[in-house]
Nanobody, 120 residues
Framework: QVQLVESGGGLVQAGGSQRLSCAAS????????MAWYRQAPGKGRVFVAA????????WYADSVKGRFTISMDNAKNTVYLQMNSLKPGDTAIYYC?????????????WGQGTQVTVSA
């Protein structure tokens, strides 16, 4: 079993930056691929970024490529999402996901989500 707790959300102006954190507990953190998804108001949950268990490979949605960076600190059992050049369209609840398989096959473990609001 894995427990995930996100933090770092809030209100930011367009063009600004924000860093989300996801602290994991339970099974060995480094054995899981981790991912971030987001859900905008009235929309479904969509893939944002993912990182392999060892941290050597990353994947990004086209909409965030070049602006967002996913990383992990195995010593702290934490995965991060650094978000730069934020746009109002990035406004959503951001969810951390563990045991990620592919962008359309998320893992079984989800955090509670953290709200990110980007003002114009």
């Amino acid at each position: 079993q894995v427990q995930l707790v996100e933090s770092g959300g809030g209100l930011v102006q367009a063009g600004g930056s924000q860093r989300l954190s996801c602290a994991a507990s339970g099974r060995t953190f480094s054995s899981y691929a981790m991912a971030w998804y987001r859900q905008a108001p009235g929309k479904g949950r969509v893939f944002v970024a993912a990182i392999s268990g060892g941290g050597g490979t990353t994947w990004y949605a086209d909409s965030v490529k070049g602006r967002f960076t996913i990383s992990m600190d195995n010593a702290k059992n934490t995965v991060y999402l650094q978000m730069n050049s934020l746009k109002p369209g990035d406004t959503a609840i951001y969810y951390c996901n563990a045991d990620w398989r592919a962008r359309y096959i998320p893992g079984a473990y989800w955090g509670q989500g953290t709200q990110v609001t980007v003002s114009a």
